[in-house]
């Protein structure tokens, strides 16, 4: 009796097989091919949920019938986090060891053509709305390759900068990234942003970053920046008055100082031999992948200077 339940659950389990690792398939293009980070994050629980339901009933079939099904989902569940983690930590190594620049070089353009689709023409109505001053075009540049696009704008005061990030992903989708950005009397730099890329580091300690990875309209970023402004309205914002380019310029190398001070990046002298980073400045990053790949959500970490 056991031997025929035995052979007809090899049976279910091989035709589960076919029908599981399509829809996982079809779940990998999906998410591949989808513009917000939302809407991957949806589809990655789904395939998680999916993968542990196979492996549940694939160990129920086999070697574990007497051990209870809840169990054997939460297996299913922490196997596919372990090999997911580990997928993220050598994809983390390689990117350490590579070529590819903490910041890339940065070049002034005349202008960006903005992608064709619903998303971006709403931020543009935006802009247009509350009457930004565009300020400066530019590209992230690799070996002549163009990483990223940026955009910067300026308030009709001043007072506030707003990036526009263009990146396209692996898969050639057109993602958007925006920051607004004030600076204070007392030297208090407040950015407001829905970046959904791990940054794994430390800001200054006069920098007050919100990061909201899942808010993906811009008028919801905005609203989240002014009621920042106004939980800090003890001092008041300044005209910003450097060049865009020199401003952006100036941001990366308070960072990457800061994160070299911190522990978190190697100096660069010694990043042929060691890489970018150092042990806490991969794991840094390795958890903040994961939390934005199941959680949508960032650390947030200040130096102690």
């Known amino acids: 009796m056991f031997n025929f339940v035995q052979q007809q659950g ?16 079809a779940l990998n293009r999906l998410q591949r091919s989808l513009p917000s980070p939302v809407n991957k994050l949806i589809v990655r629980w789904l395939r998680l949920v999916l993968i542990a339901l196979f492996v549940g009933i694939a160990f129920k079939l086999t070697f574990f019938g007497g051990i209870p099904y809840w169990r054997l989902l939460v297996m299913g569940i922490l196997a596919w986090l372990l090999i997911d983690s580990g ?11 590579s070529e590819l620049p903490l910041f890339p070089s940065i070049r002034s353009v005349e202008k960006i053509d903005w992608p064709a689709n619903t998303r971006f023409f709403l931020i543009k109505d935006w802009i247009r709305e509350n009457n930004y001053q565009e300020i400066g075009c530019f590209n992230y540049y690799y070996e002549n390759e163009v990483l990223q696009q940026l ?3 300026e308030s009709p005061d001043k007072t506030i900068r707003l990036q526009i990030i263009i990146v396209t992903d692996v898969t050639g989708v057109i993602l958007d990234q925006i920051a607004f950005t004030s600076e204070t009397e007392d030297e208090k730099v407040i950015v407001t942003d829905n970046v959904f890329m791990p940054f794994g580091g430390v800001y200054p300690s006069n920098w007050i970053v919100q990061r909201h990875p899942p808010i993906r309209k811009i008028q919801s970023i905005a609203r989240l920046h002014q009621d920042t402004l106004a939980d800090n309205d003890e001092v008041c914002c300044v005209r910003i008055e450097i060049d865009a380019k020199t ?7 308070t960072l990457e100082r800061e994160n070299i001070e911190a522990g978190i990046l190697h100096r660069r002298r010694d990043r042929p031999e060691f890489g970018k980073m150092t042990g806490e400045g991969r794991y840094r990053i390795w958890k903040e992948l994961l939390l934005l790949n199941y959680f949508s959500i960032t650390m947030i970490g200040r130096s102690k200077n």
Do not use: C, E, P, R
């Not at 090899?10 to 398939?25: A, R």
């Not at 997928?87 to 060891?97: E, F, G, M, R, V």
């Not at 401003?247 to 990366?252: A, K, L, S």
């Open 87 to 97: 997928y993220l930590w050598l994809y983390i190594l390689a990117w350490d060891k």
């Open 151 to 153: 955009i910067v704008y």
């Open 10 to 25: 090899t049976l279910y389990l091989v035709g589960f097989s076919f029908v599981f690792f399509g829809i996982v398939w």
């Open 247 to 253: 401003w952006i310029q100036d941001m990366q190398n």
